[in-house]
């Protein structure tokens, strides 16, 4: 596959669709597919509580992946379409949704064009989770589309990585602020990791993943403009994944946290909003 490595979200995307086969194979039991396809696992730092009642819900589940969190939300009831810009990823959801015969289906699209791809005003909920806006150059474009998913009286359910936390690095074993707190769309943070996060040993394209860093006023600001009422904002001490090899610490939870002796900085956000009725 080609690459226009000048052109981020197309280097993004050829990894995108790299990792998505990866984890899709999930040699490694990262992803553990095979218990979504049982039905015994559940989500990763989301609990029935976090999220509320969801049956009979028409859910739409932006930056789905391959569609495991889309066919957990199915199992408890919903009625989901996830969107994502892979279509390695699309046709590998569409194939478990087959498998499982579980209500999910599936749209190729941007995450910052999702209304215009999916359907305005057609949801009860837009759920997005773990490691989403850190991918999209304009936090303001996809406020508006999640915001034009809902239908009135439709919430928002959004619970990912914190900004504080996304601008720090180890250095000698201690974290300290590295990047600007807030990245303009024109010159995204770049990381060349050869492999993905799941242990797994396959060489990604030779291109960066270039990402931005969205700070919390940002993301409210783009909810609130777009019309959404604001429900309630968290801020966490966990992670669903290893932000820093060698400083986080696993807990018996499965999630991961900040040992004692490193800065106290909040690892992740929620933000519940809502289209007023
Ligand atoms: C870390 S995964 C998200 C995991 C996901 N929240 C889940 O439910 O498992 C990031 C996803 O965002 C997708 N993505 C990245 N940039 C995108 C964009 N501009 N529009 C739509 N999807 C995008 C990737 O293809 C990938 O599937």
């Not at 009286?153 to 300290?176: E, I, K, S, T, Y």
């Not at 403009?225 to 994944?241: K, M, S, T, Y």
């Amino acid at each position: 596959m080609t690459v226009d490595a000048a052109d981020p979200l197309a280097a993004n995307l050829a990894r995108w669709n790299a990792r998505a086969e990866i984890h899709m194979a999930d040699r490694t039991g990262f992803y553990d597919v095979e218990g979504v396809v049982a039905g015994t696992r559940t989500f990763e730092g989301v609990s029935d509580a976090d999220l509320g009642p969801v049956e009979g819900l028409r859910i739409a589940h932006v930056q789905c992946h391959f569609g495991l969190d889309s066919l957990i939300l199915a199992r408890k009831g919903a009625v989901v379409e996830g969107l994502d810009f892979s279509p390695v990823a699309i046709e590998g959801a569409r194939a478990l949704a087959a498998q499982t015969g579980l209500p999910a289906t599936f749209h190729l699209g941007d995450a910052m064009r999702a209304a215009e791809v999916m359907g305005a005003g057609r949801f009860d909920m837009v759920f997005v989770t773990w490691g989403t806006i850190c991918w999209l150059p304009d936090v303001f474009a996809w406020g508006a589309q999640v915001a034009a998913l809902l239908k009135p009286g439709g919430r928002l359910f959004f619970r990912d990585g914190h900004p504080a936390a996304q601008a720090l690095d180890p250095v000698d074993g201690r974290l300290v602020p590295c990047f600007d707190w807030r990245t303009a769309r024109e010159a995204p943070l770049r990381f060349e990791e050869e492999t993905t996060y799941t242990g797994d040993a396959d060489a990604l394209p030779p291109v960066a993943d270039h990402e931005w860093i969205h700070p919390v006023s940002d993301i409210v600001m783009a909810l609130l403009r777009a019309g959404l009422r604001l429900d309630g904002i968290e801020e966490h001490d966990f992670l669903v994944w290893d932000m820093w090899p060698g400083v986080t610490e696993r807990g018996e939870d499965g999630l991961w946290r900040l040992p004692p002796g490193q800065v106290r900085v909040p690892l992740s956000l929620t933000v519940r909003a809502s289209r007023p009725a």
